[in-house]
């Protein structure tokens, strides 16, 4: 494959995995909110195949993305449907993967809602995997199990919402009495960090595959509260649940820890408040920053979550701080 075949600018390590792998016809994809590169190409036996592009380290960071990305796979795979690895090179940090196609979660669910209890049941079972025996059989020593949501993570989270959400997007500080609460939540939610936890567990992040959801970005897995992957996809800035296929995610995984109600419950509201608040930070960051209206329609929702928690809470502030931020936000994205 000659190299004055090849686009103009195209990244010299895409170039080298052209050659290397004997692939063709590179189309870059629309990425998601990390700095990864996605490149679908030809592929002789299979079809069509994905190049990934992972960061390459810098003199002010190390990127470990890649080679998590590839230890987590490995640790994966044999209890969950995870993206296939074909061929890496771990000096230009490049991957050859399966290409599982452009149906997410969200995008089925979207075509066909009648199926939303069929995938609620099987995102159940994966949530119950990922805090039962993906928890029970992590090495204590591995990488994943070393970092945690400690206090430092929390704040750090919420430094970066308080940042991109609120001074950037909104242009006004949040209130003080979060602050307060965002401290004791931390607090909380630092005890219980003892479980294995996705980190962004949410219907872009499930492919749907034939009748199985496969598990995608996972690198940034971590040590955190049983309930963090569910606050994650039940109180989805992508898509709102029905109460049936609510019950349908959080069954599977309050039968595997043995809670009752009330003591899921306790956990989940800390959990989703902290998760949804600093998912609310990378939106911001991505339309202000990054100019990627796709994430405009999941702030007015993730707000509601907001305001549902407060709700549970009996936290009168909290809902109408959540109704006056949704109004900023409406105005906000109607001002363009």
């Known amino acids: 494959m000659p190299g004055s075949e090849y686009p103009e600018g195209m990244d010299s390590r895409l170039h080298r995995a052209l050659d290397r792998w004997s692939v063709s016809d590179p189309r870059p994809l629309v990425g998601d909110a990390g700095s990864r590169q ?48 074909i061929h890496t090179d771990d000096e230009d940090r490049c991957l050859l993967v399966e290409d599982l196609g452009d149906t997410t979660l969200e995008r089925r669910l979207v075509e066909h809602p009648e ?32 970092r945690a949501f400690d206090q430092a993570k929390f704040q750090f989270e919420w430094d970066y919402c308080r940042t991109n959400f609120f001074e950037d997007f909104l242009q006004k500080e949040p209130p003080r009495w979060l602050d307060r609460l965002m401290e004791e939540a931390h607090a909380s939610l630092e005890t ?34 049983a309930t963090y992957d569910l606050a994650s996809i039940l109180y989805d800035g992508y898509w709102d649940w029905s109460r049936e296929a609510g019950r349908a995610l959080v069954a599977p995984l309050q039968q595997e820890l043995g809670w009752n ?10 959990s989703a408040i902290q998760r949804n608040l600093k998912i609310l930070g990378t939106y911001g960051h991505q339309i202000v ?10 702030i007015p929702r993730t707000l509601r979550h907001l305001r549902g928690h407060f709700q549970r809470m009996n936290h009168q502030d909290g809902v109408l701080a959540s109704e006056h931020l949704l109004r900023l936000v409406e105005e906000r994205l109607l001002s363009g």
Request: a negative charge; hydrophobic letters at 50%; proline letters at 4%.
């Open 38 to 85: 996605y490149i679908r190409v030809a592929h002789a036996q299979l079809g069509t195949a994905m190049v990934v592009l992972h960061p390459l380290d810098t003199p002010e960071k190390a990127d470990d993305s890649y080679f998590e990305f590839r230890a987590l796979q490995a640790y994966l795979d044999p209890l969950l449907r995870v993206p296939t690895i």
């Open 115 to 146: 199926e939303e209890l069929a995938w609620a049941e099987r995102a159940g079972w994966l949530l119950a995997t990922l805090a039962g025996a993906l928890t029970l059989g992590a090495p204590g020593h591995a990488f994943f199990m070393q």
């Open 192 to 225: 219980r960090a003892h479980f294995f936890a996705h980190r962004d567990f949410h219907v872009r992040n499930l492919m749907v595959h034939g009748d199985r959801l496969v598990v995608i970005d996972f690198q940034d897995a971590r040590r955190g509260a």
């Open 289 to 298: 920053h990054k100019k990627k209206a796709l994430f405009a329609s999941a």
């Open 261 to 270: 109600h009330e003591a899921l419950l306790e956990e989940l509201t800390l």
